[in-house]
């Protein structure tokens, strides 16, 4: 494999961190009077802790499109009124946050507080509470950060690809540790970091002047210092990428689909990749309809008001309210 294609690899897949960390030791129990402690709570943690309470209004419990159907599956945990921090709390966060484009970030962040209330109570719930508000805080962050560490790296020679990636991921670590504090981000990227470590690792090693037999053993010691979860990860995405290029693949049928999915996934995946296809096509098909009506409406020469008025009817004629947010984003990919 080229170098090149391995360092652009690398430059999507690190999205965190330098330092090699082990997953299976990523928990922590955050006392009382620590970095989370409750008398620390900003006033928007308070106003998320009054609506997950009653106090504000509740979220509606109906899940976005995209959700129907599944569940994060994170089972919280607390010791003596603290909070056990493990890196499924990041999960958690971002299984909600990917309706991003269906719902606004307001009703994103009432289920989120919504679910930590329900499975956690007092300083417990509270210092969750925190957590979720520094993630959201880290993730605005994420935008400008892109910016100055931008992952594509075409143009530059092999050393220069190298410095800037390990630059990269040492600003992406001390981002997280700023955001979160080091304890808890250490934890909740331990997982991405040691991945993304690795990836670096591989990268430098496949770009080293040693012989090919030389990589080859080197590699293979390399993987084997991996855990079992993050080979498991590794095989995850390689599947991923093999599922993407059959949904890109233009000239399949439905039937050649299903049995390339099955090869990678098993039938039974297969068959629900297949009726998410049939889902999307329905999405499609409505979302056709509905530029064609706002085509129309947009050469009527009405005014201002007047068009806005008529935009808001059809999407009232054409989407249930909780589709509305989820069409806007479709409609407005292609303006």
Known sequence: MKFFKIVVAVGVVLATAWTLIEYESSSVLVESGASLSTDSLSAESVNSVKMATGELSKPDNSLPASLLGTTHGVQLRSHNSALIITASLKDLFDYYLS????????????????????????????????????????????????????????????????????????????????MLGAEVAGILFAFDRQLDGHTLAKAELLASDLTSEQKQQRLINLNAQLPIETVQSIGRNEKQKQLLAIDNTADLDQQQKFHLRAEQVGAAAASRLQQLDEKRAIWRDRIAVFKQKKAALSEAGLADEEYQLGLEKLYSQHFAPEEKLRAQALVSLDE
């Open 99 to 178: 309706a991003a484009g269906e719902e606004n970030h307001q009703k994103i962040a009432a289920r989120v507080t919504a679910n930590l209330a329900q499975q956690l109570q007092g300083d417990a719930f509270l210092q969750a509470n925190q957590v979720w508000l520094d993630y959201l805080a880290y993730k605005k962050q994420l935008v400008e950060f892109d910016q100055q560490y931008p992952p594509n790296t075409a143009g530059l020679n092999t050393l220069q690809q190298l410095q800037l990636l390990q630059q990269r991921q040492f600003a992406l670590v001390a981002l997280q540790d700023s």
